[in-house]
Antibody, heavy 113, light 107 residues
Framework: EVQLVESGGGLVQPGGSLRLSCAAS????????MSWVRQAPGKGLEWVAN????????NYVDSVKGRFTISRDNAKNSLYLQMNSLRAEDTAVYYC??????WGQGTLVTVSS | DIQLTQSPSFLSASVGDRVTITCRAS??????LAWYQQKPGKAPKLLIH???TLRSGVPSRFSGSGSGTEFTLTISSLQPEDFATYYC?????????FGQGTNLEIK
């Protein structure tokens, strides 16, 4: 059974940093592109970033370029999102997804003073 | 960036109704479109990808069609569990944008 479990969310002050993790199981992690998608409270879905199977290609939405870094460790079956210079508008539930077909339950990031 | 516009944004319907949701892209995306269902407090679930291919395990009352710039998601006979928010997403280019969502409510 495919499972994706996010962790690392929490309350952080504006300008602060947070690292999200996504632990994958039930499939061969290194065979799939992985993605992060976020959803602000009461709002729609926003694609954030994705990463190639071997980590060689990464893509980002403009609003996070230069602040967020997606990475993966195929030996640990884990996906990461390093978030720096956080802003209030980054407040959202962050989901990791296996390409587009399986999603984790999400982790809430709140940026507030 | 490619913009996706869903219509309607809100839809009120009854069990047994046939409903159609439209997703229009600001430029052609071939068939690189996915449809998702999301219930409150839950992660989205993939229903259809590419544009007309039903994901394994998704009930056959769901169907998708279209290519280029106009796409539709149809539910042939609404069931109680279908009341949710539906999103389209384009996978043609970066960033992988979503539509704004269609909130399907019980009449």
């Amino acid at each position: 059974e495919v499972q994706l479990v996010e962790s690392g969310g929490g309350l952080v002050q504006p300008g602060g940093s947070l690292r999200l993790s996504c632990a994958a199981s039930g499939f061969t992690f290194s065979d799939y592109w992985m993605s992060w998608v976020r959803q602000a409270p009461g709002k729609g879905l926003e694609w954030v970033a994705n990463i190639q199977k071997d980590g060689s290609e990464k893509n980002y939405v403009d609003s996070v370029k230069g602040r967020f870094t997606i990475s993966r460790d195929n030996a640990k079956n884990s996906l990461y999102l390093q978030m720096n210079s956080l802003r209030a508008e980054d407040t959202a539930v962050y989901y990791c997804a296996r390409h587009i077909d399986y999603w984790g339950q999400g982790t809430l990031v709140t940026v507030s003073s | 960036d490619i913009q996706l516009t869903q219509s309607p944004s809100f839809l009120s319907a009854s069990v047994g109704d046939r409903v159609t949701i439209t997703c229009r892209a600001s430029q052609g995306i071939s068939s690189y479109l996915a449809w998702y269902q999301q219930k409150p407090g839950k992660a989205p679930k993939l229903l259809i990808h590419p544009a007309s291919t039903l994901r394994s395990g998704v009930p056959s009352r769901f169907s998708g069609s279209g290519s280029g710039t106009e796409f539709t998601l149809t539910i042939s006979s609404l069931q109680p569990e279908d009341f949710a928010t539906y999103y389209c997403q384009q996978l043609n280019s970066y960033p992988r944008t979503f539509g704004q969502g269609t909130n399907l409510e019980i009449k």
